[in-house]
């Protein structure tokens, strides 16, 4: 009798385990994250990893749920829209892509501010970011907030159907698309080439026609869209600007989680932005060894050629300081961020290289 009972206890108890144990893993709190990209993109990498941290370090409690494409909004006004009405809860973009609303975070497009790879990811982790994350909170009224800034892409490089650009001479009656913004086609104006507005989906066939000789874009989206074989061959990789991935989520949702939930969605965007830090570089490896292999010619600009680079686009900066909103604030913060990480790293190399 007494071994009987016993049996029906430890039935009884492992029912009620697996009962709590059910109930312990609903989600207490279910996350609807947009990236307006594929499954082979750094952005898919990133949520990827946010994923996995976010529902494990929760035990559960959070749950996010992946929309790849234009499932739930298609571009930046859409989605932000989305975050604003709770259809979204976190959505990435680009700069150019939510410029309309923010118009500062076209800083990120201002050429040879940011030198490296190692210098971004410095700036990106610092309390910079924090100034920002402020102000885009104060213009949506308190909507939308900046949770970090990760990489898409890589960086920006110019390429071409003609000829190895190495100074800004090389330049010289090239039309070079660009999106239909101003501070793009302000920088290629100030090289000496025209800017020359064209959809992405039309790229392939404007270089095919002669439509644009040229773009500015990281390699991984020349390959993935097979550029070389509508004539792209030149690529100069002068690297003038970042390929920031802007992170945002619906603040309302965000404090209403408690504190130690909220640290676990903090840290979970940590671990994203590493994750899109590292996939471009991998992925570019790749690439570049694929444009050469069909003839493609890569070419590294001398600091002396990039100074002459730089020099020219500096009418840009004051373009940006004079007719951007808080333009002038946040030029001079990204600027001071970005020369405080290279006197760090300064310092760094007058130890490591002893």
Known sequence: MFNKTK???SAALIGSSIALSGAAMAADYNL???ANSNENDE???????????????????????????????????????????????????????VASTFPYVQMFDLPYVMANDRVAEEVLTGPFVRDLRDQMLADSDGVVRLMTIGNTGGWRNFANTKRTLKSPADFDGL??????ADLPQELVKALGASPTPIPWPELFSSFQTGVVDGSKNGITDIMGMKFPEAGLKYVTLDGHAYMAALWMMNNEVFTSMPEDMRKVVVD????????TFASPKRKSIQAYQEFKEIGGELYV??????????EAAKPVYDWFQTNVREGDRFFKAFQAASQGAEAKFAEEYERDLM
């Not at 739930?72 to 973009?93: F, K, M, P």
């Not at 039309?175 to 239909?180: A, D, N, S």
């Not at 600009?301 to 730089?310: G, M």
């Open 7 to 9: 049996k029906m206890l």
């Open 32 to 34: 609807r994250a947009v």
């Open 43 to 97: 952005d898919y990498d990133g949520l990827v990893v946010f994923k996995d941290y976010v529902e494990a370090a929760s035990n559960g409690a959070i749950k996010v749920d992946l929309y790849i494409g234009t499932q739930l909004c298609a571009n930046g006004t859409e989605c932000l829209q989305a975050i604003e009405d709770g259809s979204v809860d976190i959505y990435i973009s680009t700069s150019g892509g």
């Open 175 to 180: 039309k070079i698309r660009t999106v239909v």
């Open 268 to 275: 979970g965007f940590a671990a994203l932005q590493q994750a």
């Open 301 to 310: 600009p001398t600091p002396a050629e990039k100074a002459a680079l730089a």
